[in-house]
C-alpha cells in the first residue's frame, strides 16, 4: 500500500472536522491563482517593517538640521558647518585657517539619505563646480548618537572617524 503524505493527511483531516473541501475541485489553474494570491498576501504581509520604518524615519529626523565639527588637519584648524535638509538636500562650508594665517572657505552641496544605519551623501558640486575623477562624489558615514546634540559618524571605507555637535539654526557657525 503507497504511503500517504503529510498534505494529503491534513486534507483528510480538515475532511473529518466537517471542513469543506470543495475548492479542491475547482479548475487547477484557478487553484493555482488561489495559491500565487495567498503567497503573495503573505509576502506583503512579512514586508510591512513599520517598526524598522519608523527607527529610521525617527534617527533621519534627527540627523535633519545644522551640525558643526571643528578638527586639525595637517597644520590648519578647520570649522565644517553641515546642513542636512528635510527634503533630502545638503549643504557643506568650511572655514579652513592655516598657520600662516590665511583662510579658505569652500562650499559643497549634494543629497542625503539615511538608510537605517548610515548617513549617505552624494556631492553635486565642490565649490561651485561638479565633481570630476578622481574625486569621489559620495562619503558614507555609519551613525552613531552620543547625546541628543551629538553623533559620531565612522568612515569605514577611509577608516575615519567624525564628531558632529548640533547648532541652533541661523547660528553663525563658521564665524570665530
Given at each position: 500500500?503507497?504511503?500517504?503524505?503529510?498534505?494529503?493527511?491534513?486534507?483528510?483531516?480538515?475532511?473529518?472536522?466537517?471542513?469543506?473541501?470543495?475548492?479542491?475541485?475547482?479548475?487547477?489553474?484557478?487553484?493555482?491563482?488561489?495559491?500565487?494570491?495567498?503567497?503573495?498576501?503573505?509576502?506583503l504581509?512579512?514586508c510591512?517593517?513599520?517598526?524598522?520604518?519608523?527607527?529610521?524615519?525617527?534617527?533621519?529626523?534627527?540627523?535633519?538640521?545644522?551640525?558643526?565639527?571643528?578638527?586639525?588637519?595637517?597644520?590648519?584648524?578647520?570649522?565644517?558647518?553641515?546642513?542636512?535638509?528635510?527634503?533630502?538636500?545638503?549643504?557643506?562650508?568650511?572655514?579652513?585657517?592655516?598657520?600662516?594665517?590665511?583662510?579658505?572657505?569652500?562650499?559643497?552641496?549634494?543629497?542625503?539619505?539615511?538608510?537605517?544605519?548610515?548617513?549617505?551623501?552624494?556631492?553635486?558640486?565642490?565649490?561651485?563646480?561638479?565633481?570630476?575623477?578622481?574625486?569621489?562624489?559620495?562619503?558614507?558615514?555609519?551613525?552613531?548618537?552620543?547625546?541628543?546634540?551629538?553623533?559620531?559618524?565612522?568612515?569605514?571605507?577611509?577608516?575615519?572617524?567624525?564628531?558632529?555637535?548640533?547648532?541652533r539654526?541661523?547660528?553663525?557657525?563658521?564665524?570665530r
Amino acid at each position: 500500500m503507497p504511503s500517504v503524505g503529510a498534505g494529503a493527511r491534513f486534507l483528510q483531516s480538515l475532511a473529518q472536522k466537517g471542513h469543506s473541501l470543495r475548492w479542491l475541485r475547482a479548475p487547477a489553474s484557478v487553484r493555482r491563482r488561489v495559491a500565487v494570491v495567498g503567497m503573495l498576501s503573505l509576502l506583503l504581509a512579512a514586508c510591512g517593517n513599520a517598526p524598522e520604518d519608523s527607527a529610521a524615519d525617527s534617527v533621519r529626523q534627527r540627523l535633519e538640521g545644522q551640525w558643526l565639527r571643528d578638527y586639525r588637519q595637517d597644520d590648519a584648524e578647520v570649522r565644517r558647518w553641515l546642513t542636512l535638509q528635510a527634503d533630502g538636500r545638503f549643504f557643506e562650508r568650511a572655514k579652513v585657517f592655516h598657520a600662516d594665517g590665511a583662510i579658505t572657505e569652500h562650499a559643497h552641496e549634494g543629497q542625503w539619505v539615511f538608510d537605517g544605519t548610515n548617513l549617505k551623501r552624494k556631492y553635486r558640486s565642490f565649490d561651485g563646480k561638479k565633481p570630476s575623477a578622481p574625486t569621489l562624489p559620495y562619503i558614507t558615514h555609519q551613525i552613531r548618537f552620543e547625546s541628543r546634540h551629538e553623533f559620531v559618524g565612522t568612515d569605514n571605507l577611509r577608516r575615519r572617524e567624525v564628531r558632529y555637535h548640533r547648532v541652533r539654526e541661523g547660528l553663525p557657525a563658521l564665524l570665530r
